[in-house]
């Protein structure tokens, strides 16, 4: 897995496979995320290539982790990742999947 700062606002572009041998460094994103009081920020991931139910566990508490006003916007999800948020996630608010 790896990352990269957006070149047009805050967030990351992430790339590669969220599962065991890459979930700590995705956790250590993850926990930069809360601790920057961005509105909102952006995660690109569509070049991410799988991700298991830990990765996206990571990323919903994460999002029940933020403040008043903050979100996540995840532009071009994985069909996995969109599809395990509707599952076990439906009512969190703070992801938004962006229409492009």
Do not use: N
């Not at 930069?32 to 909102?40: T, W």
């Not at 569509?46 to 008043?68: E, I, K, N, P, S």
């Amino acid at each position: 897995m790896s990352f990269c700062s957006l070149p047009d606002r805050a967030g990351l572009k992430v790339s590669g496979e969220i599962c065991l041998p890459t979930f700590p460094v995705w956790e250590r994103a993850l926990e930069r995320l809360v601790a920057e009081p961005l509105h909102p920020y952006h995660l690109d991931v569509a070049a991410v290539t799988f991700t298991d139910v830990a990765g996206v566990t990571a990323l919903a508490v994460t999002a029940q982790r933020l403040d008043d006003g903050q979100r996540i916007v995840l532009h071009r999800p994985p069909r996995t990742m969109s599809r395990m948020l509707e599952l076990f996630w439906p009512e969190l608010v703070t992801i938004e999947v962006a229409a492009s």
